[in-house]
């Protein structure tokens, strides 16, 4: 069996050893991303052009540019596949829905679209090369194509920005897609059209979806088999239940009192699922990181159970103090209860109490803030500039003393700055009073955007330590908690994808990425 091939695919490849093209190998290709430019009116060859140009500039690309005219591979796609910058690594989509980094693990594909491009024939050759993606690959077009908007909720709107020009949708994409798939395989077809195909599945290389789910599916699935003519699911039947906008009933007015006992706003308990019981729900899936369209499906109900069985469970007595704000949750802790370790270990499979602590190194896993802990440095800060260390740059640093003082001050060195040896904890982070990331060479789009967060304070009237994480948070916003919460100083530690923390033995969140350090206290 072969893939008709409809079209040419040009390759015209980025330099090598670039930042745009590093030139490492992609292992195995596990999905797609489907982007589109988000530049109208510029061609497939006026965007890779651009990226030649800019080879040095920045650590973004894609694998593929399509237009009306041509597909043109810019990085290795099919032979010798090379890593890709086309998903901002600290969103977690990728890794919750795939286990996987969509720059490691996925090629990214770009639509061109404007009033200068021809929409039907771009979204033709757009079509077909991911459904050749996917047969060269030996993925599932149903469930192994992904928007970067799904990924990347809070900031993307592609592809479907692009389809809109041409009026078209996401959920349509993926099933012309399929069909597109069915139809170059040359064997002996079904169409997508009927929306009571039951589940999807795979069956003589044909792919087949139950498309009133399409826009949800947020995981792979296991291909469904035959037997003797006898469907058999390999995974347990899919919850049929899905309550969305416009429905009615008592399904509806029992998710409205639990939305309601977990803080979020949904007006009357009236069991309509109208706009303020949507965006309860679109709230709920941004704070805890869930595919965010305002359906309350599957996912959305077990996340509801779940932090319902948390806040009925008894919290264990602890000298730190945990409650919870409608979605910031907070720890009050003795200042000289706090200690750091050093422990390189993800997230989930981390024991006890804890929180994330300072900015580190991804490659090597050395930390680049200060970690003090009884006297001893455990971790020095470290400033980057043009791939050198640089040591003119004063950042925030949260420092108790072991005679119970508590301060923040910008510290450039530590060792030169502070006698260690009264310093009972330290930790760096980028300084919340004032909040200046620019002063602190921070970069505020990667450091400062809406994403999950955690923030240290310390409230001088009542001596306590503030932690507090939060969801869909700007650093302007976890400066806002720590105001609001009393604190007279303060500090933001690493957030995004590092956020991971435990407060009397109640999860708040916990992820994949591997930690270099953490803080912890007294319990």
Same mark, same amino acid.
């Given at each position: 069996?072969?893939?008709?091939i409809?079209?040419?695919?040009i390759?015209?490849?980025l330099?090598l050893?670039t930042?745009?093209?590093p030139?490492?190998?992609? *292992? ?25 140009? %800019?080879?040095? *500039? %920045? ?21 010798n ?8 690594? &600290? ?24 009033d ?14 991911l ?32 389809l ?16 597109? #798939? ?10 997508l059209? &009927? ?24 995981k ?10 006898v ?6 039947e899919? !919850?049929?239940?899905l ?21 979020y ?16 729900? #679109?709230?709920?899936?941004?704070? #805890?990181?869930?595919?965010? *369209?305002?359906v ?5 109900l ?14 264990i007595?602890s ?50 803030g ?5 006297g ?14 640089? !040591?003119?740059v ?19 060195d ?6 260690i ?6 930790i ?27 923030v240290l ?24 908690t ?5 604190? !007279?100083?303060?500090?933001g ?5 590092? %956020? ?8 708040i969140?916990?992820? &994949? ?11």
């Amino acid at each position: 069996m072969g893939f008709k091939i409809k079209y040419n695919i040009i390759k015209n490849y980025l330099p090598l050893d670039t930042k745009r093209r590093p030139g490492t190998k992609l *292992d195995k290709v596990l999905f797609l991303v489907a982007h589109d430019t988000g530049n109208k009116n510029s061609s497939a060859n006026q965007n890779v052009t651009y990226f030649k140009n %800019t080879a040095n *500039d %920045t650590f973004a690309s894609a694998h593929i540019f399509v237009d009306d005219k041509e597909i043109i591979e810019c990085i290795p796609s099919f032979n010798n596949v090379e890593i890709a910058w086309h998903v901002w690594k &600290s969103k977690l989509g990728d890794n919750r829905i795939y286990n996987a980094d969509a720059n490691y693990s996925a090629i990214g594909v770009e639509y061109c679209y404007g009033d200068n491009i021809d929409a039907n024939e771009a979204y033709k050759k757009y079509v077909w090369v991911l459904a050749y993606l996917c047969y060269y690959h030996n993925l599932n077009p149903i469930t192994d194509i992904i928007g970067h908007m799904v990924l990347d909720p809070e900031r993307k709107t592609d592809p479907q920005n692009g389809l809109n020009d041409s009026g078209r949708n996401y959920r349509q994409l993926i099933i012309d897609v399929v069909n597109e #798939y069915n139809d170059c395989i040359n064997g002996d077809l079904i169409k997508l059209e &009927s929306s009571e195909v039951i589940k999807s599945y795979k069956f003589n290389n044909r792919y087949y979806v139950k498309l009133s789910d399409i826009e949800h599916i947020i995981k792979p699935l296991e291909f469904i088999s035959f037997n003797n003519n006898v469907l058999k699911n390999k995974e347990s039947e899919v !919850d049929t239940l899905l309550l969305k906008y416009g429905m009615r009933g008592n399904k509806v007015e029992q998710l409205q009192r639990n939305l309601k006992k977990l803080g979020y706003n949904v007006g009357d308990i009236d069991g309509i699922y109208g706009s303020k019981t949507y965006n309860a729900v #679109y709230k709920l899936q941004k704070d #805890y990181d869930l595919l965010v *369209d305002g359906v309350a499906g599957e996912q959305v109900l077990n996340k509801i159970k779940e932090l319902l069985n948390n806040e009925s469970k008894q919290v264990i007595q602890s000298k730190a103090k945990y409650y919870q704000i409608a979605s910031t949750h907070i720890l009050e802790v003795n200042p000289m209860d706090l200690h750091a370790e050093i422990i390189k270990e993800r997230g989930d499979k981390i024991k006890g109490d804890f929180v994330n602590g300072t900015f580190f190194n991804y490659t090597n896993y050395t930390s680049t803030g200060n970690i003090v802990v009884n006297g001893k440095l455990l971790g020095k800060q470290q400033i980057y500039k043009n791939g050198k260390t640089w !040591d003119y740059v004063k950042r925030g640093n949260f420092i108790v003393y072991k005679d119970g003082t508590v301060a923040v001050k910008m510290i450039m060195d530590i060792e030169k700055e502070e006698d260690i040896s009264k310093i009972h904890f330290a930790i760096s982070g980028f300084n919340m009073f004032p909040l200046d990331l620019k002063a602190e060479w921070f970069n505020p789009k990667e450091v400062g955007y809406q994403t999950w967060r955690t923030v240290l304070g310390y409230k001088k009237s009542d001596n306590k330590v503030i932690i507090a994480v939060r969801p869909s948070s700007t650093a302007e916003r976890g400066q806002q908690t720590l105001i609001n919460l009393g604190c !007279d100083i303060g500090i933001g530690l690493d957030s995004g994808g590092s %956020t991971n923390a435990r407060f009397n033995g109640k999860t708040i969140r916990t992820t &994949s990425r591997v930690l270099q350090n953490i803080i912890r206290w007294e319990v």
